[in-house]
């Protein structure tokens, strides 16, 4: 995907007296050496990233790390210190007033935490506000605003008032004001740090179906890792302004890059980052014609305890080394195998994959065709879902206890 958002080198200071808060940064002095030494804070370190059209790029990190100030940089609410932020072929950190304002009012729209809605107008009035602002006619707006609502589930509240709403229908309010100006890029500040955590998660669950649809470039706040991971497609996360480490969930959990990264990492539910093909190893398999002999043999170079068995390339079956070595001699592959094998599409996370693993048998990992790319042993998921292993992917070691490797 094209990049839509490119910050380069961005620099934020604030209170700076002296002019050497940059240089004493590339020293290696601290946030809080140069904040003592100068009264200077530093909000933003050297930061430099892409965002691609479509994607939902999270910025992570604790209270104060320098997320808001970054975000309201990118909308030029902000002037940095220094650096350059294109949206597009525009600089917002250099373009004059008019032209940032033009961006502004036709690309980017912001979501925050605390939105204010005006208590004494309808939802639909809410959502149109900024449309108004902007000179709308008012049956244009009127439309527009119903399109916004019905995006996020809310057009038949278009007439009721904010207070007669839910605390989660509000934000969905605040996230239809900023959808009805029909912006590309959509900031949003913790948009759902202020919701009880069911809600919360409704929500998050919500936003992933509705990005499905809506495909923005979306940039998203928060200081909650479950929610970073579960909406971003990647993730970057900050410390004192700069950026540590940027990289999709996988990444970022399997090889964080420091002390404070595995920090955050440390109490995540792994089970709902990692997905089949993530851990999934090489899989072995017959053909149904194939005789005992060449299963048997598709199960040693694969150093597996199974193999799956194939008709017309999809799964029909498993023969594990036990079936087969209490198989008689005049026995076939069909014969054999268990034809209910549990069998997962690779995108499945593992805590979804909880009941094909009760099987005991391996799971098969089919691609979006139904042919099989890979194989994962029941132990592995147990592992994954027995909260914290830090193990990404099993190895044959763990090849299933029930399931001899034939020797
Ligand atoms: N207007 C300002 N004047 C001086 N310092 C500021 C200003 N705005 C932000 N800062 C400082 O910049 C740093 C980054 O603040 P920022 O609000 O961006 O953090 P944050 O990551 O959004 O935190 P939170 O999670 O609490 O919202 C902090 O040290 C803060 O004190
Ligand atoms: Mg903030």
Known sequence: MPVKLRAKNIFKLFNEAEGDTVARL???????????????????????????EGEIFVIMGLSGSGKSTLVRTLNGLIAPTSGEIWVDEDDVASCGAERLRE???????????????????TVADNVA???KVKGMPRAERRAAALKALAQVGLEAHADSYPSQLSGGMQQRVGLARGLATGPEILLM???????????????????????????????????????????????????????????????????PADD???????????????????????????PIDATLAQAFQAMKDAGSGAAHVLRDGEVAGIVTWRGISEAGPTQTVQDVMVTDAPVV???ALLHEMY?????????????????????????????????GEPEAAPTTEDAPSALPAPS
């Open 260 to 286: 404070y990264v595995r920090a955050f990492v440390a109490n995540i539910d792994r089970s709902r980052v990692f997905s089949a093909a993530d851990v999934a190893l090489k899989p072995a398999s017959v």
């Open 345 to 347: 599409d690779e995108s």
């Open 355 to 387: 009941d094909a693993a009760q099987t005991g048998l391996p799971v098969g990992v089919t691609d979006g065709d139904g042919t099989l790319v890979g194989v994962v042993p029941p132990e592995a998921i147990f592992a994954q879902l027995a909260a």
């Open 129 to 131: 506000f900024g449309l």
């Open 26 to 52: 590339k020293r290696g002095e601290s946030k809080e050496e140069i904040f003592r030494a100068t009264g200077a804070t530093v909000g933003i370190n050297d930061v430099s990233f892409d965002v691609h």
């Open 189 to 255: 500040d913790e948009p759902f740090g202020a919701l009880d955590p069911l809600i919360r998660r409704e929500m998050q669950d919500e936003l992933v179906v509705l990005q499905k649809k809506l495909k923005k470039t979306i940039i998203f706040i928060t200081h909650d890792l479950n929610e970073a991971l579960l909406l971003g497609d990647r993730i970057a996360i900050m410390k004192d302004g700069a950026f540590v480490q940027v990289g999709t969930a996988q990444d970022i959990v399997a090889n």
């Open 103 to 121: 961006v502004r009012r036709r690309k980017i729209a912001m979501v925050f935490q605390h939105f204010a809605l005006f208590p004494h107008k």
